[in-house]
């Protein structure tokens, strides 16, 4: 799995948009690019993912790289509700590999 | 449609003594997962199933951990002897499939906190 960089920590005003980077720099051709979310005392939840182009679902978007080095989760509106630990995972298309993540703190 | 379901939610051991965890995924998932998640960590994968067979256990320490999933459902993951370190959310997740070509969503049961004294 390649390595993943991403700030420990955001902050976001909610109603706005959020936009979460990761970097990806060692990603191969076949590495999927996976976003999991985990809010406190939850298991984590499947965001969205994606392999070269752009995604869309009902929780957000996923902007891809032209070169795959770099993803950028967007919340198009953030809530109190999505406060959460962001984790971006780069590898292949079954297996996660965690790292830290970055915690979204979202205030009124 | 029911999640995956996890129990016991809490248990607390002291070490040297031995502890099971039980997982029961979303009905028709094919894969189950089991997650070590340390504090302050993300979530490490211990283990990986299709059906009742095992796909990945290399980061399984087999002096200790075991796992199984009779019948292709129902999961338990047992530690004998725990250690100190052991102590961690352990988290079950299942998935439709498994595959290199195709990635499947996966869903997260709530864990099992587990603390070693």
């Known amino acids: 799995d390649a390595k993943t960089t991403q700030p420990n920590s955001m902050e976001s005003n909610e109603e706005e948009p959020v936009h979460l980077p990761c970097n990806h720099s060692?990603?191969?051709?076949?590495?999927?690019i996976h976003w999991y979310r985990q809010l406190p005392s939850q298991g984590p939840e499947y965001v969205i993912h994606?392999?070269?182009s752009n995604v869309n679902n009902r929780m957000a978007s996923l902007a891809i790289a032209e070169d795959r080095k770099s993803s950028t989760l967007i919340l198009h509106r953030a809530t109190l509700r999505d406060a959460a630990v962001y984790y971006c995972?780069?590898?292949?298309?079954?297996?996660?590999?965690f790292g830290t993540g970055t915690r979204l703190q979202v205030t009124l | 449609e029911a999640g995956v379901a996890q129990s016991p939610r809490y248990k607390i051991i002291e070490k040297r003594q031995s502890v099971a965890f039980w997982c029961n995924p979303i009905?028709?998932?094919?894969?189950l997962y089991w997650y070590q998640q340390i504090l302050g960590q993300g979530p490490k994968l211990l283990i990986q199933?299709?059906?009742?067979?095992?796909?990945?256990d290399s980061q399984l320490p087999k002096d200790r951990f075991s796992a199984e999933r009779l019948k292709g459902v129902d999961s338990t993951l047992k530690i004998q002897p725990a250690k100190l370190e052991d102590s961690a959310v352990y988290l079950c997740?299942?998935?439709?499939?498994?595959?290199?070509?195709?990635?499947?969503?996966?869903?997260f049961g709530p864990g099992t906190r587990l603390t070693v004294t």
């Open positions: 997740a299942s998935s439709l499939g498994w595959g290199t070509s195709v990635a499947y969503e996966q869903y």
């Open positions: 060692t990603i191969s051709g076949t590495d999927y």
């Open positions: 994606g392999l070269t």
């Open positions: 995972i780069a590898g292949t298309a079954s297996k996660l590999t």
């Open positions: 009905s028709g998932h094919a894969t």
């Open positions: 199933f299709q059906n009742n067979g095992v796909v990945d």
